[in-house]
């Protein structure tokens, strides 16, 4: 890996750290408009759960939960998401968190066919995107 891809992820990493939650939210729905989707953003409070429903080119329904934490996602966080789910007609789900998850959510998660990123994951789109 060259110096210069390095220091490109650090910039992007230490960008996505220094966020707020809402900062969190927002620029993970541009993120996903940029790839291509259709974004719809839930209100602040009361958002059941969900912070963002994504329509794919495919018509492909997807709920995002964004947690800018600073400790890895607990079990309990993916059992929030589940229920949150269990009252909308979705093809998928997807949790992005910038720390990760705990190995107990991540089992929950994929029990329950819930995708998971992280900052790795949000960091090669970044990229991905970059290099279009």
């Known amino acids: 890996m060259n110096w210069r891809y390095r220091s490109e992820r650090y910039k992007i990493k230490d960008y996505w750290n220094n966020l707020t939650g809402v900062d969190f939210e927002n620029k993970i729905a541009d993120l996903f408009t940029g790839i291509g989707y259709r974004v719809k953003k839930t209100p602040r409070s009361n958002d059941g759960g969900i912070d963002l429903y994504l329509t794919g080119k495919n018509k492909q329904k997807i709920a995002v939960q ?21 009252s909308n007609d979705l093809d998928t789900a997807l949790f992005v968190t910038i720390k990760g998850v705990t190995e107990p959510a991540r089992t929950l998660a994929h029990q329950n066919n819930i995708k998971i990123w992280t900052l790795d994951d949000i960091m090669n789109e970044v990229v991905s995107l970059k290099e279009k």
Not at 71 to 78: E, L
């Open 66 to 86: 964004c947690k800018r934490y600073a400790q890895r996602v607990a079990t309990h966080h993916i059992r929030e998401f589940i229920g949150a789910l269990k």
